[in-house]
């Protein structure tokens, strides 16, 4: 297991940009690895905001397309979520979700952060 701890998060205006990051206790770089960032608002559904693979290919939730981006610092073991043009409805609590496989169809390990708040308002 890896050990995830997530920062970056507070308040924010609309239209303001925060920057999370996700670091790892261990490696992260394997290629088959999966990174993602999910949110969770009070009573909603836990949600996938964006997505990563060890190679480097992306996919977003079509409501942050164009406005967020998932990126991996290898070096460093950790995973960042850029947040621009930040809405009131992209509040919530954003938790990391690292998932790591030594080989294509090994037995994946899921690891969990603790979560941040994002805030977003006037």
């Known amino acids: 297991q890896v050990h995830l701890v997530e920062s970056g998060g507070g308040l924010v205006q609309p239209g303001g940009s925060l920057r999370l990051s996700c670091a790892a206790s261990?490696?992260?770089?394997?290629?088959?690895?999966?990174m993602y960032w999910y949110r969770q608002a009070p009573g909603k559904q836990r949600e996938v905001v964006a997505g990563?693979?060890?190679?480097?290919?992306?996919d977003y939730l079509n409501s942050v397309k164009g406005r967020f981006t998932i990126s991996v610092d290898n070096a460093k073991n950790t995973v960042y979520l850029q947040m621009n043009s930040l809405k009131p409805e992209d509040t919530a609590v954003y938790l990391c979700?690292?998932?790591?496989?030594?080989?294509?169809?090994?037995?994946?390990?899921?690891?969990w952060g603790q979560g941040v708040q994002v805030t977003v308002s006037p």
């Open positions: 990563i693979d060890g190679s480097g290919k992306s």
């Open positions: 979700n690292v998932i790591i496989k030594t080989a294509p169809f090994s037995t994946p390990q899921i690891n």
């Open positions: 261990g490696s992260i770089s394997n290629i088959n690895n999966l």
